[in-house]
T-cell receptor, first 113, second 114 residues
């Protein structure tokens, strides 16, 4: 079974601080995605990483895929209250990428103004 | 087409009643997923379709749950004889096979069983 463990589970920081959240697995993933979910809404896709070592930037968000494609991180620079939400990593349940999408446990981020 | 649409947004039902949810995916998407999410957890996979074929069902999906996707367009998820433990957010997502598992989610249906 491929498990995606995210840490920390909860994170509360002041506006303007930097933070990093992690997504780890003992299995290799052909790709990983990051989603953000706000209360009462569905998850929204932020990025997909495919190549080991890949780094992608989305404004103040930086996503990295581990060299071995077993882990990923999300770094937020100068966090803002609008970044508050549940951050989920997800990947295909099998290594061919053809199967359904499996989600991690999530990191709930609160940015205090 | 602005995205995945789910109806209703909220449903309150008495224990033992049947409920049905509808999902309209993004029109050109051939893959459709159903997930269940409880408070503080990530979405749990229930089932998915490629066109009209239901390719996989989770062991979480008891006999009381059934999903259909007639003609490969919209999908319905029915829960029979609801139980309090069925209370959750039910999420639908769609994707293109060519884009792997990049999924676009609806806003969900919040089910409360009283």
């Amino acid at each position: 079974t491929q498990l995606l463990e995210q840490s920390p589970q909860f994170l509360s920081i002041q506006e303007g601080e930097n933070l990093t959240v992690y997504c780890n697995s003992s299995s290799v993933f052909s790709s990983l995605q990051w989603y953000r979910q706000e209360p009462g809404e569905g998850p929204v896709l932020l990025v997909t990483v495919v190549t080991g070592g890949e780094v992608k930037k989305l404004k103040r968000l930086t996503f990295q895929f581990g060299d071995a494609r077993k882990d990923s991180s999300l770094h937020i620079t100068a966090a803002q209250p609008g970044d508050t939400g549940l951050y989920l990593c997800a990947g295909p349940r099998d290594q061919t990428g053809a199967n359904n999408l499996f989600f991690g446990t999530g990191t709930r981020l609160t940015v205090i103004p | 087409d602005t995205g995945v649409s789910q109806n209703p947004r909220h449903k309150i039902t008495k224990r033992g009643q049947n409920v049905t949810f509808r999902c309209d995916p993004i029109s050109e998407h051939n893959r459709l997923y159903w997930y269940r999410q409880t408070l503080g957890q990530g979405p749990e996979f229930l089932t998915y379709f490629q066109n009209e074929a239901q390719l996989e069902k989770s062991r979480l999906l008891s006999d009381r749950f059934s999903a259909e996707r007639p003609k490969g367009s919209f999908s319905t998820l029915e829960i029979q004889r609801t139980e309090q433990g069925d209370s959750a957010m039910y999420l639908c997502a769609s994707s293109l096979v060519a884009r792997g598992t990049e999924a676009f989610f609806g806003q969900g249906t919040r089910l409360t069983v009283v």
